[in-house]
């Protein structure tokens, strides 16, 4: 080599060093299957990720290294993945020798960065197996031995004592019933999770969980005592007063296993031995609530030397271990709590507190009083008109918690199996003054981590944002439920679907979403139906477009918010069988049979003589989510390198589209229903060919216009109507419906008190009247949609299709609306990622932070030969920023990881 070149090279070679490898690149965060240091996991094959992170820009992992070690100490090494070059840091499957059922495995990580510089091993992180074979169970399922009461059925209560006379070196305690359960070790409670085992398809797949109990378990006499609960296993379920769902039988499963420090282990698991009696929970059901009669309790049952003499031995039943599978997802966990807000007497004397937030969960009362004296809590959202305590939109629901006092002293309650969607209680039976500390609402829901966080200059826009983050605390209580509070609380799918992609940027919904996948694939009928709720407790095998469609849309939007791709890999059997279902019910490619729930509660005026309603023709909508969902599938296709597949649906596509054409589209580009939901849909589907679709974005805006500036669309149309507003040029009017605060819009119920979103548009009516009361939730997330387009376009937080999970970020935030500022926060699994900007007296200020490892393209705004500048400098002067170019008024950058702060002067009106 030339000595001048030599030297040039070295040159370079300095520049880039000084500019890439400054500070060392430290590892943290470590998941293991998306979780923290999980117990009890059942995948052979389970994916680790972690997150990078250094001060320097443009951080990239060229390599990393991966070490696991079995055992308790951690000593026995079972893989090491050697130095792999791969810029793969999230999901990185485990490829050592077999994992096996029971253990701890232990692992690190340390990365190369693109200096070439490596790492520091990373602090431990670990998981434990749970049960990898039924024959791991040396459990027997029991059951009372003692005859029910038949309409109470009061709670079991499951007791077993057991000595350990050694050392425990750990200890894990795996449980499962039919039923709900709660369980205690030496009378301390085993884990902190509710509603257990959650709710799953059970005759197919019950979930077992897995517990650290190490530090529970004592020297000497140790007791484990149990109580079940009817729960969605038995309880009163869906309609009709149906019970006994899954079984008529509760049931319990329990095994748990010490092993002592000298290396001996033992297992005290549920069998013929244990002991069985009523406990004082007298009756619980989720819909009607929980009655507790405290002279009832059995001071002392879960502790040892208690005398269950009169206590009848349990008996053992034959029930099955096949479907038994670790839970995977976050449990039920309380979270936020609240004391009373306002303690006060309605126009009709009822006594009432107020908790200031309509939330999900129970409340917890602290009483003195004699034994036998009983308070009656019941649970409404609202109050009526008058200010009355108002729960005719319960239906059926009692949703009322009942305790009788034992009578020594202060006592505390608090219902075990059953949930309320509340704001007000209303207490009956109090003894003594009602104090507001008396009594504390807690909130329960799933315990996905919060990844969202959206504020504005616009007060009314950041409560619709807490009442979308409130409506999803709400509903995901291990499945998505349309609502928390009547005699329904079921995984509706259509409701689920529409969400699902505002929900993935407010908590880290994953695993949340894969299991429940599960479950969509488990109903699922022969033909390849999928049913209106998951779990299917309506028993039907049935279909409605929107609501089926759940089974192509929540697999696809969790790859491109994680970039998840074992929940395509998991759900593309069901994925195509939904649209081959469709193909199958087609007549000249057109799906136009049987009945659906159509554009449900769109906007309809009570007074309608003049044609207001907008309804949207049924089978258009059915025929644009099965070009929709027949998309989704293609691209899955591509995504598993399933090309065949690919081709032959992308065929299909076609003719979907054509047919829609010929059927739905008149020759002047007219759509047969002209309503905001048609051309919506038609728009985001992409179902007109290029040339007409200008004028039919025109024509929705013509029609936004008629109704003089508000929207009309129901569930399946109000996702995507700013979108498609935003992608054909018109975020200024998507901005309008935004800050509409008149009936319909979603400013109204804001602007009427609600601290949730609403089932309807008009659940109060401006006059104080409410909807009809058998439909008239005042939680149900599906309206909340709309915060996937003020992340995605206000704030302008997106991941591209080919970096999904955020590993190639896109960031375009959209100033409008007179905001004068806007913050959104988006945890991923590589990290932080930021928008933050801000108007400025004729310009913008835009921070943005990009976590390492990933990349972006950030689209700076109204660019017209504006100034802009990062950091002060001229953006010229900057070269870790690349200037991509211009596209229709927006100056484009390829960035890769850091704090950036951009300015933007000379901006154009
Ligand atoms: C539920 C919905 C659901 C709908 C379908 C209602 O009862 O609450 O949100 O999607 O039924 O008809």
Same mark, same amino acid.
């Given at each position: 080599?030339?000595?001048?070149?030599?030297?040039?090279?070295?040159?370079?070679?300095?520049?880039?060093?000084?500019?890439?490898?400054?500070?060392?690149?430290?590892?943290?965060?470590?998941?293991?299957?998306?979780?923290?240091?999980?117990?009890?996991?059942?995948?052979?094959?389970?994916?680790?990720?972690?997150?990078?992170?250094?001060?320097?820009?443009?951080?990239?992992?060229?390599?990393?290294? /991966?070490?696991?070690?079995?055992?308790?100490?951690?000593?026995?090494?079972?893989?090491?993945?050697?130095?792999?070059?791969?810029?793969?840091?999230?999901?990185?499957?485990?490829?050592?020798?077999?994992?096996?059922?029971?253990? *701890?495995?232990?692992?690190?990580?340390?990365?190369?960065?693109?200096?070439?510089?490596?790492?520091?091993?990373?602090?431990?992180?670990?998981?434990?197996?749970?049960?990898?074979?039924?024959?791991?169970?040396?459990?027997?399922?029991?059951?009372?031995?003692?005859?029910?009461?038949?309409?109470?059925?009061?709670?079991?209560?499951?007791?077993?004592?057991?000595?350990?006379?050694?050392?425990?070196?750990?200890?894990?305690?795996?449980? #499962?019933?039919?039923?709900?359960?709660?369980?205690?070790?030496?009378?301390?409670?085993?884990?902190?999770?509710?509603?257990?085992?959650?709710?799953?398809?059970?005759?197919?797949?019950?979930?077992?969980?897995?517990?650290?109990?190490?530090?529970?378990?004592?020297?000497?006499?140790?007791?484990?005592? =149990?109580?079940?609960?009817?729960?969605?296993?038995?309880?009163? /379920?869906?309609?009709?007063?149906?019970?006994?769902?899954?079984?008529?039988?509760?049931?319990?499963?329990?095994?748990?296993?010490?092993?002592?420090?000298?290396?001996?282990?033992?297992?005290?698991?549920?069998?013929?031995?244990?002991?069985?009696?009523?406990?004082?929970?007298?009756?619980?059901?989720?819909?009607?609530?929980?009655?507790?009669?405290?002279?009832?309790?059995?001071?002392?049952? #879960?502790?040892?030397?208690?005398?269950?003499?009169?206590?009848?031995?349990?008996?053992?039943?034959?029930?099955?271990?096949?479907?038994?599978?670790?839970?995977?997802?976050?449990?039920?966990?309380?979270?936020?709590?609240?004391?009373?807000?306002?303690?006060?007497?309605?126009?009709?004397?009822?006594?009432?507190?107020?908790?200031?937030?309509?939330?999900?969960?129970?409340?917890?009362?602290?009483?003195?009083?004699?034994?036998?004296?009983?308070?009656?809590?019941?649970?409404?959202?609202?109050?009526?008109?008058?200010?009355?305590?108002?729960?005719?939109?319960?239906?059926?629901?009692?949703?009322?918690?009942?305790?009788?006092?034992?009578?020594?002293?202060?006592?505390?309650?608090?219902?075990?199996?059953?949930?309320?969607?509340?704001?007000?209680?209303?207490?009956?039976?109090?003894?003594?003054?009602?104090?507001?500390?008396?009594?504390?609402?807690?909130?329960?829901?799933?315990?996905?981590?919060?990844?969202?966080?959206?504020?504005?200059?616009?007060?009314?826009?950041?409560?619709?944002?807490?009442?979308?983050?409130?409506?999803?605390?709400?509903?995901?209580?291990?499945?998505?439920?349309?609502?928390?509070?009547?005699?329904?609380?079921?995984?509706?799918?259509?409701?689920?679907?529409?969400?699902?992609?505002?929900?993935?940027?407010?908590?880290? =919904?994953?695993?949340?979403?894969?299991?429940?996948?599960?479950?969509?694939?488990?109903?699922?009928?022969?033909?390849?139906?999928?049913?209106?709720?998951?779990?299917? =407790?309506?028993?039907?095998?049935?279909?409605?477009?929107?609501?089926?469609?759940?089974?192509?849309?929540?697999? +696809?939007?969790?790859?491109?918010?994680?970039?998840?791709?074992?929940?395509?890999?998991?759900?593309?059997?069901?994925?195509?069988?939904?649209?081959?279902?469709?193909?199958?019910?087609?007549?000249?490619?057109?799906?136009?049979?049987?009945?659906?729930?159509?554009?449900?509660?769109?906007?309809?005026?009570?007074?309608?003589?003049?044609?207001?309603?907008?309804?949207?023709?049924?089978?258009?909508?059915?025929?644009?989510?099965?070009?929709?969902?027949?998309?989704?599938?293609?691209?899955?296709?591509?995504?598993?390198?399933?090309?065949?597949?690919?081709?032959?649906?992308?065929?299909?596509?076609?003719?979907?589209?054509?047919?829609?054409?010929?059927?739905?589209?008149?020759?002047?580009?007219?759509?047969?229903?002209?309503?905001?939901?048609?051309?919506?849909?038609?728009?985001?589907?992409?179902?007109?060919?290029?040339?007409?679709?200008?004028?039919?974005?025109?024509?929705?805006?013509?029609?936004?216009?008629?109704? *003089?500036?508000?929207?009309?669309?129901?569930?399946?149309?109000?996702?995507?109507?700013?979108?498609?507003?935003?992608?054909?040029?018109?975020?200024?009017?998507?901005?309008?419906?935004?800050?509409?605060?008149?009936?319909?819009?979603?400013?109204?119920?804001?602007?009427?008190?609600?601290?949730?979103?609403?089932?309807?548009?008009?659940? /109060?009516?401006?006059?104080?009247?409410?909807?009809?009361?058998?439909?008239?939730?005042?939680?149900?997330?599906?309206?909340?949609?709309?915060?996937?387009?003020?992340?995605?376009?206000?704030?302008?937080?997106?991941?591209?299709?080919?970096?999904?999970?955020?590993?190639?970020?896109?960031?375009?935030?959209?100033?409008?609306?007179?905001?004068?500022?806007?913050?959104?926060?988006?945890?991923?699994?590589?990290?932080?990622?930021?928008?933050? +900007?801000?108007?400025?007296?004729?310009?913008?200020?835009?921070?943005?932070?990009?976590?390492?490892?990933?990349?972006?393209? =950030?689209?700076?705004?109204?660019?017209?030969?504006?100034?802009?500048?990062?950091?002060?400098?001229?953006?010229?002067?900057?070269?870790?920023?690349?200037?991509?170019?211009?596209?229709?008024?927006?100056?484009?950058?390829?960035?890769?990881?850091?704090?950036?702060?951009?300015?933007?002067?000379?901006?154009?009106?």
């Amino acid at each position: 080599m030339p000595a001048m070149y030599k030297k040039l090279c070295i040159v370079a070679f300095l520049q880039l060093s000084a500019f890439f490898c400054i500070a060392q690149v430290t590892v943290q965060h470590l998941l293991t299957e998306n979780l923290s240091n999980p117990i009890g996991l059942d995948n052979k094959a389970p994916r680790l990720s972690w997150q990078l992170s250094g001060t320097q820009r443009n951080i990239v992992q060229a390599a990393y290294e /991966i070490r696991v070690s079995a055992g308790a100490d951690g000593k026995k090494p079972v893989w090491n993945s050697g130095k792999v070059v791969s810029a793969q840091s999230v999901q990185v499957p485990y490829a050592g020798t077999a994992l096996e059922s029971r253990q *701890r495995y232990t692992w690190q990580v340390r990365v190369w960065d693109n200096g070439g510089k490596a790492s520091a091993w990373s602090s431990p992180a670990f998981w434990l197996t749970g049960m990898f074979s039924p024959t791991d169970w040396k459990a027997q399922w029991i059951q009372p031995g003692y005859a029910e009461e038949s309409t109470l059925q009061a709670s079991p209560l499951f007791r077993k004592e057991f000595s350990s006379g050694k050392k425990v070196g750990s200890a894990t305690a795996t449980i #499962t019933a039919h039923g709900l359960y709660e369980a205690q070790l030496n009378g301390r409670r085993i884990g902190d999770a509710y509603l257990t085992p959650g709710w799953t398809s059970y005759n197919k797949r019950l979930q077992y969980q897995v517990y650290d109990v190490t530090d529970l378990v004592k020297n000497g006499k140790n007791t484990i005592g =149990v109580t079940l609960g009817s729960g969605w296993y038995r309880g009163f /379920i869906a309609w009709g007063g149906q019970h006994n769902f899954y079984g008529k039988d509760l049931a319990l499963l329990f095994q748990l296993e010490i092993r002592y420090s000298d290396g001996s282990s033992e297992i005290i698991a549920s069998d013929g031995s244990w002991k069985a009696t009523a406990g004082p929970i007298r009756n619980s059901e989720i819909y009607d609530g929980e009655t507790i009669d405290g002279r009832e309790e059995k001071t002392g049952w #879960t502790l040892a030397g208690y005398n269950d003499a009169g206590w009848p031995s349990v008996k053992t039943a034959a029930l099955p271990f096949e479907h038994l599978l670790a839970s995977s997802s976050e449990p039920v966990r309380k979270h936020e709590t609240f004391t009373g807000k306002r303690v006060f007497t309605t126009p009709k004397g009822e006594k009432l507190i107020d908790f200031g937030q309509n939330l999900v969960g129970w409340v917890v009362v602290k009483v003195k009083g004699k034994a036998g004296d009983k308070i009656r809590i019941s649970h409404a959202e609202v109050l009526d008109k008058e200010g009355n305590f108002y729960t005719d939109n319960l239906r059926i629901a009692k949703a009322q918690d009942t305790y009788i006092l034992k009578g020594d002293g202060e006592e505390s309650f608090e219902p075990h199996f059953t949930f309320h969607g509340f704001r007000y209680i209303r207490i009956e039976g109090y003894p003594g003054e009602l104090l507001p500390d008396h009594f504390t609402a807690v909130a329960l829901y799933s315990d996905m981590p919060k990844t969202g966080s959206f504020q504005c200059s616009n007060t009314l826009v950041n409560q619709l944002q807490h009442n979308i983050e409130w409506g999803q605390q709400g509903n995901f209580l291990d499945v998505p439920t349309d609502c928390p509070q009547r005699d329904e609380r079921l995984g509706w799918t259509g409701d689920a679907q529409v969400f699902s992609r505002t929900a993935a940027y407010i908590r880290g =919904v994953d695993n949340f979403f894969a299991k429940w996948l599960k479950d969509v694939a488990a109903d699922q009928g022969a033909s390849g139906t999928v049913p209106f709720v998951i779990p299917n =407790v309506l028993g039907k095998d049935d279909r409605s477009t929107g609501w089926s469609d759940v089974a192509t849309i929540i697999p +696809w939007n969790v790859y491109l918010a994680y970039g998840d791709k074992r929940v395509l890999e998991d759900q593309y059997p069901s994925m195509k069988a939904w649209v081959d279902y469709m193909k199958g019910q087609s007549r000249n490619d057109l799906w136009n049979t049987g009945s659906h729930f159509g554009d449900w509660l769109f906007y309809r005026p009570f007074d309608d003589n003049d044609g207001r309603s907008a309804v949207t023709d049924k089978y258009l909508i059915a025929q644009c989510f099965y070009a929709h969902s027949t998309e989704l599938l293609i691209r899955t296709a591509n995504v598993l390198g399933k090309t065949q597949d690919a081709a032959d649906y992308g065929r299909l596509l076609k003719k979907i589209k054509d047919a829609f054409h010929r059927e739905y589209v008149t020759p002047s580009g007219r759509l047969v229903s002209g309503t905001q939901t048609a051309y919506t849909l038609a728009l985001q589907f992409d179902m007109l060919p290029e040339a007409e679709r200008k004028q039919a974005a025109q024509r929705l805006v013509e029609n936004i216009k008629d109704y *003089r500036t508000h929207l009309t669309t129901g569930f399946l149309g109000t996702p995507y109507l700013c979108h498609v507003l935003s992608d054909y040029g018109y975020t200024d009017i998507a901005y309008k419906l935004l800050l509409q605060d008149s009936y319909p819009s979603w400013l109204y119920p804001v602007k009427m008190g609600a601290t949730t979103i609403w089932e309807r548009w008009d659940g /109060i009516r401006p006059d104080s009247s409410f909807q009809t009361p058998g439909m008239n939730s005042f939680n149900h997330y599906s309206y909340g949609a709309i915060g996937d387009w003020m992340y995605r376009v206000v704030a302008g937080i997106d991941t591209y299709e080919d970096g999904p999970g955020y590993k190639h970020i896109r960031i375009q935030p959209h100033p409008g609306g007179g905001m004068t500022s806007v913050e959104a926060d988006l945890q991923t699994y590589y990290g932080k990622v930021s928008s933050h +900007w801000r108007v400025e007296e004729g310009g913008l200020l835009l921070d943005v932070e990009i976590p390492a490892n990933t990349t972006a393209s =950030v689209y700076l705004p109204s660019w017209d030969g504006a100034m802009v500048t990062e950091g002060g400098k001229p953006l010229g002067s900057l070269k870790e920023i690349e200037v991509k170019g211009v596209e229709t008024g927006w100056l484009i950058l390829n960035l890769g990881s850091g704090s950036y702060h951009f300015g933007i002067s000379g901006l154009r009106k």
